[in-house]
């Protein structure tokens, strides 16, 4: 018999709240986080604004911030998510937990680079033809911090949140663009049915805002260019949807062995009951215009769980914005779900939070568990006019009382990666 998982403790740092709840009530009253940029100069850009979070000081939410004085945006964003999860899962109080076995397993992007630095030096040194690398060198030795160049690393989250929690067990890092914190958790599952750890700090966190995350997704035509109405310029679903809008943020979960958990008295907010992982094997730059991959996925799912199509009760879809992503997705959950399809209610709270790049699936894995917690679901904002591609149930613009008890919550990263989640309410 394989181990049962479940969910203790969850935490968010994002551009609607520095904690869940306050998110959630945003959410819910169909605030939008997008905003003109404000993290750099973006006046030349054809995307002048973002889903940034602001206000945030990591001292409000750890006592020991100091020491974490060097970390990057995303990591310091982790850190306060993670303790929020951590002070709801009661483990900071627990006697019978095994460091040695208490794992992490994050989905994190990269830090940003030191970007007014690197540009400086490009023009102190560049000859015409190339750059001069005998000044070069040694004026980037005494311009660059060398503990903010590691923070660059994708795994450095991990690191930070392993030095902060004293977990010892293994720590992993998975980085499948938008997909990677539902690959992250899924993953974190096995490791706990397995037998490999008691308890998995999981999630996700990033933030690509800046310069060169924006020139890219720009390059990419995948970001909404609406700077005449940027707070509906995120609008999943839509016939005039032009794109998403990129955010930045952190989720940060707990999962544990139910056994352990209820020895511990703890309380359970969720289980998890189905993961499944696919490919599409066909574009880098492109889906599966079929949506077979991300079907795979869904399909794997359900049966991990041991649940037929008419057993889902709400779907969180991966709902980007982009014309070819809401599309596709639809065609999936059609070819998934059949007849049933159009019953089951869908919604995406990218609408209305942003995209979070790594950090999207924790995020709304969260808000599935808030959904069963509350028996309400949350909307699409900015569904005004409705694709005829896209002809499933999505929630317009208001939230939906509902019975829920069973949630399933896509992601589908660039490059082919689809990773799907199931949750159910506790027992």
């Not at 007849?339 to 969260?366: F, M, Q, R």
Request: charged content about 20%; aromatic content about 6%; overall charge negative.
């Amino acid at each position: 018999m394989r181990r049962r998982v479940v969910i203790t403790g969850m935490g968010s740092v994002n551009p609607l709240g520095h904690d869940v709840e306050s998110m959630w009530q945003a959410l819910l009253a169909g605030k939008s986080g997008a905003s003109l940029m404000e993290l750099f100069d973006a006046h030349a850009y054809p995307t002048k604004f973002a889903a940034q979070v602001k206000g945030y000081r990591l001292e409000n939410h750890i006592h020991n911030a100091a020491h974490h004085v060097n970390a990057a945006r995303h990591c310091t964003f982790a850190l306060g998510a993670a303790t929020e999860a951590w002070k709801q899962s009661g483990l900071e109080t627990c006697t019978r937990l095994d460091r040695d076995r208490m794992g992490i397993y994050l989905g994190c992007g990269e830090g940003s680079l030191d970007f007014d630095n690197f540009a400086a030096l490009l023009v102190d040194h560049w000859t015409g033809s190339e750059i001069n690398m005998p000044t070069w060198a040694p004026a980037g030795m005494k311009r660059f911090n060398m503990y903010r160049e590691i923070e660059q690393e994708s795994h450095m989250v991990a690191a930070h949140l392993a030095n902060q929690f004293g977990a010892r067990g293994p720590s992993i890092n998975v980085l499948t663009a938008c997909a990677a914190s539902t690959q992250a958790l899924g993953e974190a599952t096995w490791l706990v049915r397995r037998g490999e750890a008691d308890v998995v700090i999981s999630g996700g966190a990033h933030s690509m805002i800046h310069p060169l995350g924006v020139t890219g997704f720009n390059r990419l035509t995948a970001l909404s260019q609406r700077n005449d109405d940027i707070a509906a310029a995120s609008r999943p679903f839509d016939r005039t949807r032009d794109g998403f809008v990129l955010g930045e943020g952190s989720s940060i979960l707990i999962l544990e062995d139910y056994d352990f958990a209820k020895a511990r008295g703890a309380k359970v907010l969720a289980e998890i009951i189905g993961f499944g992982s696919s490919a599409d094997a066909y574009r880098v730059t492109d889906q599966d215009p079929a949506g077979d991959g991300a079907g795979v996925a869904m399909r794997c799912a359900l049966a991990d769980a041991g649940l037929q199509p008419q057993d889902i009760h709400y779907i969180s879809a991966h709902g980007t914005g982009t014309q070819q992503n809401d599309a596709v997705e639809t065609r999936a959950m059609k070819q998934v779900f059949g007849e049933w399809a159009p019953k089951v209610p869908v919604s995406s709270v990218k609408s209305a939070l942003g995209h979070l790049i790594a950090a999207a699936g924790a995020t709304e894995l969260i808000t599935c568990i808030l959904a069963i917690r509350d028996q309400i679901l949350p909307p699409t904002v900015h569904l005004n006019n409705p694709d005829p591609e896209c002809d499933l149930d999505y929630i317009p613009n208001v939230p939906r009382r509902a019975k829920v008890d069973v949630c399933m919550s896509n992601s589908m990263g660039f490059g082919g990666q689809n990773d799907t989640l199931i949750i159910r309410r506790p027992e």
